[in-house]
């Protein structure tokens, strides 16, 4: 007798210190700040997303953390078609209004772009996503939060705004390859273009900011382009953020002129 209630004792004691034990319940981190326009914020609410609950992909799609093979972690301006080439690219988006616009100026001129999609912009909208996948566009990682003070902050903190927002626009666009990463305001460091290559996504810079996030006025934003075409062939524009009727129109006839200009349009060089 005094054996059993000795082991019943014992039994009691283990099942006790189990339900004590940490790490018996989790709760995943919270969202970040979003800031009027839909930009996300990078204030201290503004917390990294990785390991997070996500909704599940569709039936049959299979979204990994391989993202085709390492590249190199040169920041990349030069474009993929020779001669005399640009490349488009379109940045903090997808925005349901402003997306499609651009999307169609583009279809219109047969020009194809990258863009540059925040990655909680992309988990709202994949609908956007998957069309700019499905018109021949190309993807690339432009951080969770846009925090252009990146570049300032730990290393833990820099793999995380890529690879939260590369899992984002991968499981939107159905598991199509990210082919780049735009730091925010080019806050790149050596760690974070390292950390995005070995991932598979080419650093990419611009050699033309249109300024058009300004909106300076669709002439000044034309006239910038032509100003500044003699610095490289990758373009800056920007389809999120804010009204983006100047870009929609100034875009169109940047097209245009470079067209006439003998410009053919690339995506950036990958390897």
Same mark, same amino acid.
């Given at each position: 007798?005094? %054996?059993?209630?000795?082991?019943? #004792?014992?039994?009691?004691? *283990?099942?006790?210190?189990?339900?004590?034990?940490?790490? =018996?319940?989790?709760?995943?981190?919270?969202?970040?700040?979003? $800031?009027?326009?839909?930009?996300? =914020?990078?204030?201290?609410?503004? !917390?990294?997303?990785? =390991? &997070?609950?996500?909704?599940? /992909? /569709? /039936?049959?799609? &299979?979204?990994?953390?391989?993202?085709? @093979?390492?590249? @190199?972690?040169? %920041?990349?301006?030069?474009?993929?078609?020779?001669?005399? *080439? #640009?490349?488009? &690219?379109?940045?903090?988006? /997808?925005?349901?209004?402003?997306?499609?616009?651009? $999307?169609?100026?583009?279809?219109?001129?047969?020009?194809?772009? +990258?863009?540059?999609?925040?990655?909680?912009?992309?988990?709202?909208?994949?609908?956007?996503?998957?069309?700019?996948?499905?018109?021949?566009?190309?993807?690339?990682?432009?951080? #969770?939060?846009?925090? +252009?003070?990146?570049?300032?902050?730990?290393?833990?903190?820099?793999?995380?705004?890529?690879?939260?927002?590369?899992?984002? %626009?991968?499981?939107?666009?159905?598991?199509?390859?990210?082919?780049?990463?735009?730091?925010?305001?080019?806050?790149? +460091?050596?760690?974070?273009?390292?950390?995005?290559?070995?991932?598979?996504?080419?650093?990419?810079?611009?050699? %033309?900011?249109? !300024?058009?996030?300004?909106?300076?006025?669709?002439?000044?934003? $034309?006239? &910038?382009? !032509?100003?500044?075409?003699?610095?490289? @062939?990758?373009?800056?524009?920007?389809?999120?953020?804010?009204?983006?009727?100047?870009?929609?129109?100034?875009?169109?006839?940047? $097209?245009?002129?470079?067209?006439?200009?003998?410009?053919?349009?690339?995506?950036?060089?990958?390897?």
């Amino acid at each position: 007798m005094a %054996i059993a209630v000795a082991v019943l #004792v014992v039994v009691i004691a *283990a099942v006790a210190s189990a339900l004590a034990a940490p790490g =018996g319940h989790h709760t995943g981190s919270a969202r970040g700040s979003v $800031l009027p326009g839909g930009v996300p =914020g990078t204030g201290p609410s503004a !917390k990294p997303t990785r =390991g &997070t609950h996500r909704a599940a /992909p /569709p /039936p049959g799609v &299979t979204v990994g953390s391989d993202n085709g @093979p390492s590249v @190199p972690a040169t %920041i990349q301006h030069a474009a993929e078609a020779p001669g005399k *080439a #640009v490349n488009i &690219t379109i940045d903090d988006g /997808p925005d349901p209004h402003w997306t499609p616009l651009i $999307l169609k100026v583009l279809r219109q001129h047969h020009v194809h772009a +990258t863009f540059c999609m925040i990655g909680p912009q992309a988990e709202a909208h994949p609908e956007l996503v998957r069309q700019v996948v499905a018109e021949g566009h190309r993807l690339c990682d432009h951080t #969770v939060h846009h925090d +252009t003070a990146m570049d300032h902050k730990p290393v833990a903190y820099q793999k995380d705004e890529i690879m939260d927002a590369l899992e984002m %626009i991968k499981q939107a666009s159905g598991g199509a390859r990210v082919y780049y990463y735009r730091a925010p305001g080019g806050a790149f +460091t050596p760690a974070s273009r390292a950390f995005a290559a070995a991932h598979g996504m080419r650093p990419l810079g611009w050699n %033309i900011d249109s !300024k058009d996030f300004d909106r300076p006025g669709v002439s000044v934003i $034309l006239a &910038t382009v !032509k100003h500044e075409i003699h610095n490289g @062939p990758t373009v800056l524009f920007h389809d999120g953020g804010g009204n983006r009727s100047q870009t929609v129109t100034a875009l169109g006839q940047s $097209l245009t002129w470079l067209k006439q200009q003998g410009y053919a349009f690339s995506f950036p060089k990958v390897g």
